[in-house]
Nanobody, 114 residues
Framework: QVNLVESGGGLVQPGGSLRLSCVNS????????INWYRRAPGQEREWVAG????????KYADSVSGRFVISRDNTKNTVYLQMNNLKPEDTGTYYC???????WGQGTQVTVTG
């Protein structure tokens, strides 16, 4: 069973950085493309970024392009989301998702406030 667990969220001032992690604890160590989503308070869930298994293809929402970087370490079964120059509008709960296994993590909260 694929089980995704996010971590790394927190409270940060505008302009600050955070790095989120998404660990796949699948005992079979199956890999999958991974997408990050976020949901701001009172808003719909929004796609943020995605990465293929081999890391050759990475895509970003326009709202985070140039500030966020998605990467992965398949030896650790982990996908990262480096978030730089954070803005208050980046506040929300961040989720990772495996489209291959249709599995969501529980989310990690990011709050950007000064």
């Amino acid at each position: 069973q694929v089980n995704l667990v996010e971590s790394g969220g927190g409270l940060v001032q505008p302009g600050g950085s955070l790095r989120l992690s998404c660990v796949n604890s699948d005992v079979k160590r199956r890999t999958s493309p991974i997408n990050w989503y976020r949901r701001a308070p009172g808003q719909e869930r929004e796609w943020v970024a995605g990465i293929t298994v081999d890391s050759r293809h990475r895509k970003y929402a326009d709202s985070v392009s140039g500030r966020f970087v998605i990467s992965r370490d398949n030896t650790k079964n982990t996908v990262y989301l480096q978030m730089n120059n954070l803005k208050p509008e980046d506040t929300g709960t961040y989720y990772c998702y495996s489209p291959q296994f249709e599995a969501w993590g529980q989310g990690t909260q990011v709050t950007v406030t000064g």
